[in-house]
């Protein structure tokens, strides 16, 4: 069974800072992993890419939040983590993360709401 298990979300005013986790387990960590990401979704939004960071150690991030926000991973690619600086009313949105597998899929978690205030 594959687990990614998100944290860190919640409620922040502008301006303000949070870290979100995310932590895999199970049969997840028996597979070649290629890229960890985060991905959010606003009301009434699609689903979007909001940071990625690969196998080969390349990073991507979204326009809008290139310069405030920074993905990371630890070296066994069991956690990937998503630092959120200088957060905006419009970073509001239900957060995930996901795994690409080289050969076993795409796997995602469950969300996180991470909600900005004016």
């Known amino acids: 069974q594959v687990q990614l298990a998100e944290s860190g979300g919640g409620l922040v005013q502008a301006g303000g800072s949070l870290r979100l986790s995310c932590a895999a387990s199970?049969?997840?960590?028996?597979?070649?992993?290629?890229?960890m990401a985060w991905y959010r979704q606003a009301p009434g939004k699609q689903r979007e890419l909001v940071a990625r960071i690969t196998i080969a150690r390349t990073t991507d991030y979204a326009d809008s939040v290139k310069g405030r926000f920074t993905i990371s991973r630890d070296p066994a690619w069991k956690m990937v983590y998503l630092g959120m600086n200088d957060v905006r009313p419009e970073d509001t949105a239900i957060y995930y993360c996901y795994v690409g597998t080289r050969d076993h899929g795409d796997y995602w978690g469950q969300g996180t709401q991470v909600t900005v205030s004016s």
């Open positions: 199970g049969s997840i960590l028996k597979y070649a992993r290629t890229s």
